[in-house]
């Protein structure tokens, strides 16, 4: 799966949004079935949170700064990196 890592970066520095989102789509389409169930799982977890944010302070960019360097790390692993 690292060799995944590179085409996920590269996704998402493509500038036109529907692009970008089409082509993390195929990507996470691709992903195999455990991967893709966990990470669905996951994201309705966050979104759950997300969507009461008004009582738990946790709007997606604060969810982003806690889980980011969790979900997405370097290809290196490399904390000073992130």
């Given at each position: 799966?690292?060799?995944?890592?590179?085409?996920?970066?590269?996704?998402?520095?493509?500038?036109?949004?529907?692009?970008r989102m089409r082509t993390l789509r195929k990507l996470i389409?691709?992903?195999?079935?455990?991967?893709?169930?966990?990470?669905?799982?996951?994201?309705?977890?966050?979104?759950?949170?997300?969507d009461h944010s008004e009582k738990?302070?946790?709007?997606?960019?604060?969810?982003?700064?806690?889980?980011?360097?969790?979900?997405?790390?370097?290809?290196?692993?490399?904390?000073?990196?992130?």
């Amino acid at each position: 799966l690292s060799d995944k890592y590179n085409d996920f970066i590269e996704a998402n520095r493509i500038e036109d949004a529907s692009e970008r989102m089409r082509t993390l789509r195929k990507l996470i389409r691709d992903l195999p079935g455990h991967y893709y169930e966990t990470l669905k799982f996951l994201v309705g977890h966050l979104k759950t949170i997300a969507d009461h944010s008004e009582k738990n302070k946790m709007e997606p960019r604060n969810l982003a700064l806690v889980f980011g360097p969790t979900l997405v790390r370097t290809s290196e692993d490399n904390m000073t990196d992130m």
